[in-house]
């Protein structure tokens, strides 16, 4: 979780302290390109494949960071 906060601080430009519950779109600005840029990140870095589809009903970064938790756990 942690990781996944610190990386979208860098990706916002943003001095606020990113929470889980925060909304990735509308409260840190993060547009379909800095998405796609950040799922290729968290599949490098975690060694999972995230279908785009299941980013359809992920709005915060804990829902984010729990899809990246239940893929890993089931690969």
Partial sequence: MQ???DR?????NSDTQ??????????LSIDSIKLLNLIMEIEDTF??????NA?????TVRELADLVHKIKSDS
């Fill in 3 to 5: 990781l996944l906060c």
């Fill in 18 to 27: 990113i929470t889980p519950d925060m909304n990735m779109i509308s409260q």
């Fill in 47 to 52: 060694d999972v494949s995230i279908p785009i």
């Fill in 8 to 12: 979208l601080s860098v990706l916002t």
């Fill in 55 to 59: 980013l359809t009903d992920i709005h």
